[in-house]
């Protein structure tokens, strides 16, 4: 919905690797939405077939007697905020990085269109990229027991 909304705010940009005409025609903004959902109902229906083909693997066998509670791999990241600052902080934590990637675009107000020039947000994403990398391979090393 944020994305939609700064879409329709900022007009619509092209590619930035397709070359800037003279003059710029903006497309209607329910042109925009009508892709979004074409694209949003193919991914829907790819996954829904894939949902039904292949059976779901959530983390390992489980044995009767023995319950470990532990995140999948993707959810690592945030697993030592709990260790270090309670359980409350995984909320702030996940809010706080989906926070600074809100505000990417709004921060970055840059006129450059491709990404390497782009030095701020780059810099921003590869920091943010490497300290989540970071935390992960050292929850994957230490290997904290469950719950």
Known sequence: MWHALLVKRHKISTHPEIPVPEVETPEPFTTHLKRVA????????VLSVLGGLVPPVVGPTPVEGIEVTRPLWMF???????????????????????????????????PKRRWRERKLALGAAVVLLLALAAITVQVWIANPKGH
């Open 38 to 45: 074409a694209f949003g109902l193919v991914l829907l229906g």
């Open 76 to 110: 690592w990241w945030f697993f030592p905020m709990e260790e270090w600052f309670g359980v409350a902080s995984i909320a702030y934590v996940i809010a706080g990085v989906f926070g600074l990637i809100l505000l990417v675009p709004l921060l970055d107000r840059s």
